[in-house]
């Protein structure tokens, strides 16, 4: 195994609810969440439960040294390597429900583009509401916000709920296609356009 899937696993069996995965996601799938990543100007990107970095170097790479790239990571362990691997990174160990005071802090406005490799159908509908509110609150009308799920779950009801979520938040929210090289499969979510006054308890 790779120094990253090793770090990754012993991670996981320590605090499975937060970190959700027993591997890094593939390259294809770090290209397909990342897509909104702007290929020109100075934007803000927010990263969200990065790990140990599969959609970051994606991300660094589409912005060549361009804007502000935040990483919100509540696993110490993993925010340590991420930050040594990516010098450029802005990574902040903390819980992402502080997104609005993470980004004040750092004087920025709203984000351009969220990326989130937190698993949502692990957390709670509490735990959903409050991150998927503290995501809507730094986001402009332009702001795309992208996440993914695995496809064997999506029938289950905590994705089902997670996806009505979705819809009930934003919108517009486009389902993309299965990426079959990742393990497990998966798919990504691309929303936009927070309904006015959204509020994700739906």
């Given at each position: 195994?790779?120094?990253?899937t ?82 450029k ?49 730094i ?37 993309g ?26």
């Amino acid at each position: 195994m790779t120094k990253d899937t090793t770090l990754f696993l012993g991670q996981w069996l320590r605090s499975p609810g937060t970190v959700g995965a027993v591997a890094p996601s593939s390259r294809r799938l770090a290209e397909a969440v990342t897509a909104p990543v702007p290929h020109r100007g100075d934007p803000v990107i927010v990263e969200l439960g990065p790990g140990t970095g599969a959609f970051t170097a994606e991300i660094q790479r589409r912005l060549g040294g361009r804007g502000h790239h935040l990483a919100v990571e509540i696993n110490p362990k993993l925010a340590e390597f991420l930050a040594d691997r990516n010098p450029k990174v802005d990574v902040v160990v903390d819980d992402a429900v502080r997104l609005p005071q993470l980004l004040q802090e750092r004087g920025l406005g709203k984000a351009d583009v969220i990326v989130s490799g937190l698993p949502w159908a692990a957390f709670s509908s509490e735990t959903q509401t409050n991150l998927l509110n503290a995501v809507v609150a730094i986001m402009g009308p332009q702001t795309a916000f992208t996440t993914f799920a695995y496809s064997f779950a999506k029938r289950l009801p905590p994705a089902r709920r997670f996806k009505k979520r979705l819809t009930d938040t934003f919108e517009e929210v486009v389902l993309g296609r299965t990426v079959w090289g990742n393990v497990p499969p998966a798919f990504v979510y691309h929303a936009r356009r927070p309904h006015e006054h959204a509020d994700a308890s739906g």
